[in-house]
Each structure stands twice: as structure tokens, then as C-alpha cells.
């Protein structure tokens, strides 16, 4: 450890100590054994095994100015043709101006700083509780730091049809914004969620992002995540997901652009009959480094997980797969499978895949495959010899990749947004 | 249609075709066969466009057109069709999609208006029937678990989809079982016409019961060393490819 490494977190520390929280001392007792943590912890290192592949100089060296409340015009930013409430956070607070959404019947749905101050059960519960003593130092952080977001707690047996659409949007310059959301689906609900992360304007913004899902008995759960930060600009998003049992949870992710995206999403099946599925799409550019670390982790007998994660790379672009699929003792009959495939579209772009089981039980069906190639020439001509241009074969061929990895989104017009999204992106 | 002139290929400084010369009018079949390595799937390779390949002497003249001189999917939209003899399985892209695309690039290089959805799926069925390709295969992506029969049928679909001037069979015999055989041959005999043409490339005579050649040239060696009627190929079945071996040794 050097003492340069050193400063760079006490200036990272000092750019948010000015943060004032007000809240009660149960919320300001957890802010304190963070901030216990990260004396202890420090930024990784290219040497950290968990951050090998993805340096942190871009967003640790910058200097940062705190995110403030703010007001854009979000027209733009939602799906067309997609009902749903609509809820905005910027730059780590919530904006009840931009916010449209109806208050029904077994939903409780407000900023996070207003569920602490209403002191709701399921928070004081559930709150904190998947991501406190990770040694985590982005994670400790945010739950030293965090400023607002969104708390969803759908009641028991409750099925919400219609979707929720978070838009998590940073503005400015050189902002640093810290958002964190509370999911809970009480035993027996449904509920889908859409989160997208989006920049306006401005370089350098960084987002430290921090989601916990409590998914209950019999509960299906969607999140579909869409990154799409143009520019220049920096995210790290964590996600902590426990599930317990017959429960269903989904996520999709979708990142398109971002000089910086770590995603570090971490599923914890503790209990039977659980199904899982994360999937995700990663289309890198320019200099994007776009970089996924999940893991499962199987406790108990009788679950599937499914993990599918795609990269289309061009340019100096690289992307970085992790994935984790732990099967514990007891998790006998349990069916995991991982898949990571990437396609290079340039010379200078890299994949880095690393998928990994670890298994501890006998009677499982595991399997995990990484493929890192260019486009099947053979196909092309094919493709050319019945009259399609190359570079027409070319785009048929990855935009059929592509839309492969987020077949899960179950909400037809998000599915034909992202579609759509994916052709615009890969012309 | 075309006129082949003193064509010669190599690949990777090789010399396959040593000066192939071939006309095909339109309304003609005609039959290509060889021994193994003789080069006729070098020949369809160069003449649809495969990169691989270098020509290094002489010309093929398409339709008027210098046909060496554009690109694989332009000599596809003037009217070039090659059914291939592995056809290349791509996950991901449905086969309607891509004969939708396929169909509107052509069009668009001719000048003319895309396919409506309507007449497009009229066409759909109505050629898929003609090689009794079930049309839940033309919903799949493209070869993808076709079983080999399939792949040959859908071929042909392709071909039929694509209406092409002239139409180059590489193969397209091999692995097919005498009943798919049947259906592939009636497909294309289905699709002749006066305007197009036909190149069969083949090892053995048996496809060539079902569809009957004007004329049949022996491939061997680069060259073509014998051109005939159609009863050249029932002798070659019977004298076998060491005939036309011999022959040439004496040369």
C-alpha cells in the first residue's frame, strides 16, 4: 500500500463529507460501521483478483464535485409506448416533480429517505442487510454515503401488472452521486422493475450505485437494467439479490455505452425450488470498458440458475466477464449453466472471459462455456452469395446475437425498445 | 447467359482451373461431372465469388456483364444463384428474415420497389411447397438442425425465393437419400424455364435421371476434357472415371 493510494481515498472521502443525512440513529448507526469499514479498506489494485481486468485510475484519480438535486427534461429517456410508473432519480435524489406513478393497493412506493423517516417495517428489516461487512470498498461507500432512491415493497400475493420505470440520471460534470434503491417482494407477488442509467450533457459523472432485492417465498421478480451513459462517464452498480424459496428472479442487463461499467451483481439462493435467470448484453466502442461480475450462489437443493452474457466489441473497446456459480454441500439436484460469448468487430478490441464453477455437491448438472471470435466468414459469403451486401450479412448476423442474450425480457415493448436500441447501436 | 473464357483459379499459389471454356445458353441444363479434386467446386466457388480464390487468367462473361468483376452479392442480384453443397448453418438470423433482406437488396440494385409483406408470404408458401419444406423450417434460423435433406430442400427454396437467371448446383446430390433426391430434382425441374439456366455439378450419373442435361462436360484435371449429350454420362457411370484417366494419359 502506498501512501499515494492512500490520499486518493482521503480525497475521494473528503469530496463527500459534507453530506448531511439527518436521519435516525439506527440509519446513522449503519453510515457509521461503513465509514468503520472503509477505514479499513482501500481502492483495488490491478493485483485485487476481483478487479484484475478493470483499472480504476479513470475514476479514482478524478476530482469530484457532490451531485445536486436537478430538473431535465426526460421525455426522451422514456419507452415508447410502455406503460408504467415512472420514477426519476438525479444525481442520488428523488425527484417527485418528474415522477409520474399511481398509488395502488399493495405497493409501498416512496424515496428512500422518505421510507427511512416513515420507519417501515420491511425497510428496518431488509435494509442494509445483503450488503453491510462485504469488504467491499465501493459498496461500503455507498452504504456510508448513499443519498436517496427508490423503496418498493409489493405486499403478499400481490401480482403488479404494471411495470416500474426508474430513471437513475446523472447531469453535470465531474459529478459524484451515490443512488441506492430497496426492492421487497413479500411472499407470493409479482413484479417487474426497468432501471435505466442515463447521463445528460455533461463528462466524468460518476454513479456508485447499490440495489438489494429480497425476493420472498413464491415471488417473481424482473429487473431489466439498461446502461446507457454516453460519453465519457463512470458507473459501478452493485446488485444484492437473496432469494428464498419457489421464488423467481430475473434480471436483464443491457449496457451500451460508458468509458467505465462495472456491474457486480450477487445472487444468494437460500432456500428450494428457486429459479434464476440473469442475462445481459454488453456493446462496447471506442474506449468503453464495460465489465460484469456475477455470482450465484446455490445453497439449497432443487434450483436452476440460467446465466447467458453477450459482448459485441469494437473498436479499442474491451469487455470483462467474471461469473461465479457456487453449488454448496446441500444444493444437491441443482442445474446451473453459464454461458459467455463475445465477438470482436476490431482488431483492438479484448474480451476477457472467466467463467467458474465451484462445486460442492454430487448429484448436480453444472456447465459453463466462454467463446470469444470473430464473425463466421463462411456465413457472410453465404449471406453475400444470395445477394446481401457484406456489410448487410455482417449486421444480420451480430444483431441476431445480440437480441439472443435479452430474449428474457418479458415486457413486449421494453423487448422491442432494446431491439431497436441494439440496431441503432451496432449501425 | 454465360460464356466462360479460358478461365484459370488458384488458391494459395495452386493452379486448380487450368483454362476452362463453357457455354451455357438460356433454357439449357447442363451437367458438370469429374472425379474428386477434378476442381468443379472450385468452379462454382469462383463463379459465385469466393474471395479465396485467385483467377489468373481469362474472363466470364454473365449476361453481357464482366461477371469477375463484381462483388459476390451483386453477381447474386444480376441473377447468379449457387446452391451450396454444405449450406452454412447461421443461429440467430431466421431464414425468412434473411430472404426478405435478401430479396429487398436485390430488388433495390435493380431499382425496383420491395417486396410487400403480402406477396412476400404468398411467395413464402407457394415455393416452400414446391421442395414440401414444412414452413415451420422457414421460420427457423437459417440451417440451423436441419437435417441434411432439409438443408439441400431449403436450397432450393432459396433458389426458388430468389428466381435467379442461372442457377449452379454444387453437390447437391451428395448425402441425399432417393426420395429427398426426388423432391430436390422435381424442385428444380419445377423452376426451369426458357429465360434461366441450369449448371448440375456432380459426381454420379443418378442425379441426372431426374434432372436430364442438355448437355455433359468431364471435369478432370482443371479442364474440361469431354463434352457430350446426356448419354456421356450413363457412359461414364459405366466405364467409370479411370476411362476418362487413361484417356488423358495417352493425350
Known amino acids: 500500500m502506498t501512501t499515494a493510494e492512500l490520499t486518493k481515498k482521503d480525497t475521494f472521502l473528503a469530496a463527500l463529507s459534507p453530506l448531511q443525512f439527518n436521519e435516525d440513529s439506527y440509519f446513522e448507526g449503519l453510515r457509521n460501521n461503513a465509514k468503520n469499514e472503509l477505514a479499513e479498506l482501500d481502492f483495488p489494485t490491478s493485483k485485487t483478483e476481483y478487479w484484475k481486468y478493470t483499472r480504476l485510475g479513470k475514476i479514482v484519480n478524478n476530482t469530484y464535485t457532490l451531485g445536486q438535486p436537478d430538473k431535465i427534461d426526460i421525455t426522451n429517456f422514456l419507452i415508447p409506448n410502455l406503460e408504467a410508473h415512472v420514477l426519476v432519480v438525479i444525481n442520488g435524489y428523488y425527484s417527485p416533480e418528474l415522477s409520474n406513478f399511481t398509488e395502488i393497493d399493495g405497493v409501498t412506493l416512496t424515496s428512500l429517505s422518505a421510507a427511512k423517516k416513515q420507519g417501515f417495517e420491511g425497510l428496518k428489516k431488509h435494509f442494509n442487510q ?27 400475493n400481490n401480482n403488479v401488472e404494471k411495470p416500474y420505470h426508474i430513471l437513475n440520471i446523472t447531469t453535470g460534470n465531474n459529478t459524484i452521486s451515490q443512488s441506492r434503491n430497496l426492492f421487497i417482494g413479500n411472499v407470493g407477488s409479482q413484479v417487474k422493475i426497468i432501471e435505466s442509467f442515463i447521463n445528460v450533457g455533461g463528462e466524468k459523472n460518476f454513479n456508485n450505485h447499490v440495489s438489494e432485492f429480497f425476493v420472498a417465498e413464491n415471488t417473481h421478480l424482473e429487473y431489466n437494467k439498461i446502461q446507457d451513459k454516453k460519453e465519457n462517464n463512470f458507473s459501478i452498480a452493485t446488485e444484492q439479490v437473496y432469494q428464498e424459496a419457489n421464488s423467481n428472479f430475473t434480471i436483464n442487463t443491457a449496457t451500451f455505452n460508458g468509458a467505465l461499467v462495472r456491474n457486480n451483481l450477487n445472487i444468494e439462493v437460500d432456500a428450494s425450488n428457486c429459479e434464476t435467470n440473469l442475462n445481459g448484453l454488453y456493446l462496447g466502442k ?94 457472410i459469403f453465404y449471406l453475400q452469395s444470395r445477394g446481401i451486401s457484406k456489410k448487410g450479412a455482417l449486421k444480420l448476423m451480430i444483431n441476431a446475437f445480440a437480441k439472443d442474450a435479452l430474449e428474457r425480457i418479458s415486457i413486449e415493448t421494453l423487448h422491442e425498445y432494446i431491439d431497436a436500441k441494439i440496431e441503432e447501436e451496432l449501425s | 447467359m454465360i460464356k466462360i473464357n479460358n478461365l484459370h483459379a488458384s488458391i494459395d499459389g495452386k493452379e486448380i482451373l487450368k483454362g476452362i471454356n463453357l457455354e451455357v445458353k438460356a433454357g439449357e441444363v447442363h451437367a458438370i461431372m469429374g472425379p474428386n479434386g477434378s476442381g468443379k467446386s472450385t468452379l462454382s466457388s469462383v463463379l459465385a465469388g469466393r474471395e479465396e480464390f485467385e483467377v489468373t487468367e481469362g474472363s466470364v462473361e454473365f449476361d453481357g456483364k464482366d461477371l469477375l468483376d463484381l462483388s459476390p452479392e451483386d453477381r447474386a442480384r444480376e441473377g447468379l444463384f449457387l ?134 462436360h468431364v471435369l478432370y484435371n482443371g479442364k474440361i476434357v469431354k463434352s457430350g449429350g446426356k448419354e456421356l454420362a450413363i457412359e461414364l457411370e459405366e466405364k467409370g472415371y479411370d476411362w476418362i484417366k487413361s484417356e488423358n494419359v495417352e493425350l
Not at chain 1, 459498496?139 to 409489493?154: K, P, Q, S, W
Not at chain 1, 466477464?321 to 439436484?333: H, L, P
Open chain 1, 286 to 379: 471506442n474506449k468503453d470498458h464495460i465489465d460484469n461480475h456475477t455470482v450465484v450462489d446455490h445453497k439449497k437443493p432443487h434450483c436452476n440458475s440460467n446465466e447467458v452474457y453477450r459482448g459485441v466489441l469494437d473498436d479499442e473497446s474491451t469487455g470483462v466477464f467474471n461469473g461465479k456459480v457456487f453449488v454448496r454441500q446441500d444444493a444437491q439436484i441443482t442445474n446451473a449453466f453459464q454461458q459467455n460469448n463475445n465477438i470482436l468487430l476490431s482488431d483492438n478490441a479484448t474480451a476477457n472471459s472467466k467463467p467458474e464453477l465451484e462445486i460442492y455437491a454430487d448429484d448436480v448438472k453444472c456447465s459453463h462455456g466462454s467463446t470469444t471470435g470473430q464473425i463466421d466468414e463462411e456465413a
Open chain 2, 83 to 216: 446452391a451450396f453443397q454444405y449450406p452454412v448453418e447461421i443461429p440467430g438470423v431466421s431464414n425468412i428474415n434473411f430472404l426478405k433482406t435478401a430479396i429487398n437488396e436485390k430488388r433495390a440494385y435493380l431499382n425496383q420497389e420491395p417486396v410487400s409483406a403480402k406477396e412476400f408470404l404468398g411467395m413464402v408458401k407457394e415455393k416452400s411447397a414446391l421442395v414440401e419444406l414444412d414452413s415451420k423450417l422457414a421460420n427457423r434460423s437459417v440451417n440451423e438442425g436441419f437435417s441434411g435433406g432439409e438443408k439441400k430442400r431449403n436450397e432450393i427454396f432459396q433458389m426458388a425465393m430468389l428466381s435467379p437467371k442461372l442457377s449452379i448446383l454444387d453437390e447437391t446430390d451428395s448425402g441425399l437419400d432417393i426420395d429427398a433426391l426426388r423432391i430436390v430434382a422435381n424442385g428444380v425441374n419445377k423452376l426451369k424455364s426458357p429465360n434461366n439456366a441450369t449448371i448440375v455439378i456432380t459426381h454420379y450419373q443418378r442425379l441426372l435421371d431426374y434432372i436430364v442435361p442438355d448437355f455433359v
Open chain 1, 130 to 156: 445483503f450488503t453491510q461487512d462485504k469488504k467491499e470498498i465501493f459498496l461500503a461507500l455507498n452504504n456510508a454515503f448513499h443519498t436517496d432512491g427508490i423503496y418498493l415493497e409489493v405486499a403478499k
